[in-house]
């Protein structure tokens, strides 16, 4: 079974955390007065600017040992102007009044360069003004207050003990921490400061067969919108069980090698939270990102088939399913107070019992759009993920609801025949439209008559978006649900990568397509 830590509604609140004494000490209100009024003599009829700093750190280890050790800061500002219709950016990283006047020159140029070009006039949506913003994401431990050499001792102990059990050859382990500063001010007279912190661990242990193969199986504990606590607190703190897993990882490994391979046809799928999560993100994150909708990702990742001309009339998936974007989801990895355009952030619908019925914005597309879409406000999806970089409209939060009062992982399980449970993500495949997709998994559990009889290896669920979630039966109770991610969508050329985060509880899928993967390889 899985060893998920549910979303805990009653978890202690956390202690607030001030924005970072050093990122304040940047002459932020200089550089703002110098590029806005730069832009504005130049004749923009907007101007804003983000100051940022990203601060990184990762550790990787190979089997018992640190193998590497990395720390790096990112810090920077940018200037993004709308010139007689037309966007225009650049970047510096000499945060002085001089390079802030010229880098405004600068993007209202490249304005001015690219308007011969631009068939579409940028218009922005409306936002009400925000000054003098703060917001800072909830943590306990900020990671990079932590001495190195514990956090050493803390993810090498875990592969240590990993490393020790009988049915374990190899261990790889990896830790990564980012504490992220934005300031951003527009002419309109926004500014926002904010600081939020994440984390990630995934342990990987692998069994050599002596006969030749491998079989290998990875912990599926989250990333976070959390600090060091994530890794030492517990599940009383709302945090992740690791001593428990990494008991478990060693059994469940030896099975796994062990298990017999898949014989392909439909089943029943009960899909645990963690991986569950990775197809909402794929299937259904990005396809109903408007910019994607329109085509704007076609060349580099595709377009979707969610096209606006179907808001409000595409059956995405059964009754059951009601998903949300979310800006606002505590710890999530995509949450934050304000986007990078200066919108105040928050929670909407994306599927509502099964219906496609809204979009992820951003100032421009929700301006664009408005008399389709029948809103005319971004719901804040504006993210860069570096100082220079310009923003595009990315993922939020994207979740699948619980029923409230609905079932366990068990009595999903309890309703059937022959199935199969599935748990932790793995590799996955979809198409340019965000339609036709195959999935795999860490570990699959065969299910006959409402029971879990063992494991079984070589499985994949393959489907098209609609009819994978329209064979959606039943979704978990609150006390199955569970926030997913990853740090690392890909999205934009010159490419960028988000953190997003995707809640889900347990859900039953009836009659599902499952691929051996070893046949289909040709092995």
Same mark, same amino acid.
């Given at each position: 079974?899985?060893?998920s830590?549910?979303?805990?509604?009653?978890?202690?609140a956390?202690?607030p955390?001030?924005?970072? @004494?050093?990122?304040?000490?940047?002459?932020?209100?200089?550089?703002?007065?110098?590029a806005?009024?730069?832009?504005?003599?130049?004749?923009?009829?907007?101007?804003?600017?983000?100051? &940022?700093?990203?601060?990184?750190?990762?550790?990787?280890?190979?089997?018992?040992?640190?193998?590497s050790?990395?720390?790096?800061?990112?810090a +920077?500002?940018?200037?993004?102007?709308?010139?007689?219709?037309?966007?225009?950016?650049?970047a +510096?990283?000499?945060?002085?009044?001089?390079?802030?006047?010229?880098?405004?020159?600068?993007?209202?140029?490249?304005?001015?360069?690219a308007?011969?070009?631009?068939s579409?006039?940028? &218009?922005?949506?409306d @936002?009400?003004?925000?000054?003098?913003?703060?917001?800072?994401?909830?943590?306990?431990?900020?990671?990079?207050?932590?001495?190195?050499?514990?956090?050493?001792?803390?993810?090498?102990?875990?592969?240590?003990?990993?490393?020790?059990?009988?049915?374990?050859?190899?261990?790889?382990?990896?830790?990564?921490?980012?504490?992220?500063?934005?300031?951003?001010?527009?002419?309109?007279?926004?500014?926002?400061t904010?600081?939020?912190?994440r984390?990630?661990?995934?342990?990987?242990?692998t069994?050599?067969?002596?006969?030749?193969?491998?079989?290998?199986?990875r912990?599926?504990?989250?990333?976070?919108?959390?600090?060091?606590?994530?890794?030492?607190? +517990?599940?009383?703190?709302g945090?992740?069980?690791?001593?428990?897993e990494?008991?478990?990882?060693?059994?469940l490994?030896?099975?796994?090698?062990?298990?017999?391979?898949?014989?392909?046809?439909?089943?029943?799928?009960?899909?645990d939270?963690?991986n569950?999560?990775l197809?909402?993100?794929?299937s259904?994150?990005?396809?109903? @990102?408007?910019?994607?909708?329109?085509?704007?990702e076609?060349?580099?990742?595709?377009?979707s088939?969610?096209?606006?001309?179907?808001l +409000?009339?595409?059956?995405?998936?059964?009754?059951?399913?009601?998903?949300?974007?979310?800006?606002?989801?505590p710890?999530?990895?995509?949450?934050i107070?304000?986007d990078?355009?200066?919108?105040?952030?928050?929670?909407?619908?994306?599927?509502?019992?099964?219906?496609?019925?809204?979009?992820?914005?951003?100032?421009?597309?929700?301006?664009?759009?408005?008399?389709?879409?029948?809103?005319?406000?971004?719901?804040?999806?504006?993210f860069?993920?570096s100082?220079?970089?310009?923003?595009?409209?990315?993922?939020a939060?994207?979740?699948l609801l619980?029923?409230?009062?609905?079932?366990?992982?068990?009595?999903?399980?309890?309703?059937?025949?022959?199935?199969?449970?599935?748990?932790?993500?793995?590799?996955?495949?979809?198409?340019?439209?965000?339609?036709?997709?195959?999935?795999?998994?860490?570990?699959?559990? &065969?299910?006959?008559?409402?029971?879990i009889?063992?494991?079984?290896?070589?499985?994949?669920?393959?489907a098209?978006?609609?009819?994978?979630?329209?064979?959606?039966?039943?979704?978990?109770?609150?006390?199955?649900?569970?926030?997913?991610?990853a740090?690392?969508?890909?999205?934009?050329?010159?490419g960028?990568v988000?953190?997003?985060?995707?809640?889900?509880?347990?859900?039953?899928?009836?009659d599902?397509?499952?691929?051996?993967?070893?046949r289909?390889?040709?092995?």
């Amino acid at each position: 079974m899985a060893t998920s830590v549910p979303r805990d509604p009653a978890e202690p609140a956390l202690p607030p955390h001030e924005i970072d @004494e050093e990122f304040r000490a940047l002459p932020a209100a200089a550089l703002t007065d110098a590029a806005l009024q730069a832009a504005r003599d130049l004749g923009a009829a907007h101007a804003d600017i983000r100051i &940022e700093r990203l601060k990184e750190s990762s550790l990787s280890f190979r089997d018992a040992g640190l193998e590497s050790r990395s720390d790096g800061v990112t810090a +920077g500002f940018a200037v993004r102007v709308v010139h007689d219709g037309t966007w225009g950016f650049a970047a +510096g990283v000499d945060l002085t009044v001089d390079e802030a006047v010229r880098v405004a020159r600068e993007a209202v140029a490249m304005a001015k360069l690219a308007r011969p070009l631009n068939s579409e006039p940028v &218009e922005l949506a409306d @936002e009400p003004v925000h000054a003098g913003a703060t917001w800072v994401s909830s943590y306990a431990t900020d990671p990079f207050s932590v001495d190195p050499r514990d956090q050493v001792e803390r993810i090498g102990g875990l592969c240590r003990s990993l490393y020790s059990a009988e049915d374990v050859d190899h261990v790889d382990g990896r830790f990564a921490a980012v504490i992220e500063n934005k300031f951003y001010a527009d002419t309109a007279g926004t500014d926002t400061t904010q600081q939020r912190v994440r984390v990630l661990c995934q342990l990987e242990a692998t069994r050599v067969d002596p006969a030749g193969g491998f079989e290998s199986m990875r912990t599926i504990a989250p990333p976070a919108g959390r600090g060091w606590e994530w890794m030492v607190s +517990g599940p009383a703190a709302g945090c992740w069980d690791w001593e428990s897993e990494i008991e478990l990882i060693p059994s469940l490994l030896a099975e796994k090698a062990k298990a017999s391979s898949v014989e392909p046809g439909r089943y029943d799928l009960v899909i645990d939270p963690s991986n569950l999560w990775l197809t909402i993100h794929e299937s259904v994150g990005h396809a109903t @990102e408007l910019d994607r909708a329109l085509g704007y990702e076609a060349a580099y990742a595709g377009t979707s088939f969610a096209t606006l001309d179907k808001l +409000g009339s595409l059956r995405y998936g059964s009754p059951a399913m009601t998903v949300t974007g979310d800006r606002t989801a505590p710890h999530g990895l995509a949450t934050i107070g304000y986007d990078d355009e200066g919108v105040q952030t928050r929670r909407w619908d994306i599927v509502r019992d099964g219906v496609l019925v809204g979009y992820q914005l951003d100032r421009r597309m929700a301006a664009q759009n408005a008399s389709a879409l029948g809103v005319d406000r971004s719901n804040g999806c504006a993210f860069a993920d570096s100082p220079g970089h310009v923003p595009l409209q990315r993922m939020a939060n994207v979740s699948l609801l619980p029923a409230p009062g609905g079932p366990s992982t068990e009595d999903l399980i309890g309703r059937v025949d022959r199935g199969i449970y599935v748990v932790g993500d793995r590799s996955w495949s979809i198409d340019m439209q965000r339609y036709n997709f195959q999935f795999t998994g860490q570990r699959f559990y &065969e299910i006959r008559k409402g029971r879990i009889v063992g494991q079984l290896r070589d499985v994949a669920y393959q489907a098209t978006t609609t009819d994978f979630w329209g064979s959606l039966d039943a979704v978990g109770g609150p006390e199955t649900y569970v926030l997913g991610g990853a740090f690392n969508c890909g999205k934009g050329q010159p490419g960028q990568v988000a953190a997003v985060s995707h809640g889900c509880p347990s859900a039953l899928f009836r009659d599902v397509n499952i691929l051996n993967t070893r046949r289909e390889g040709g092995r």
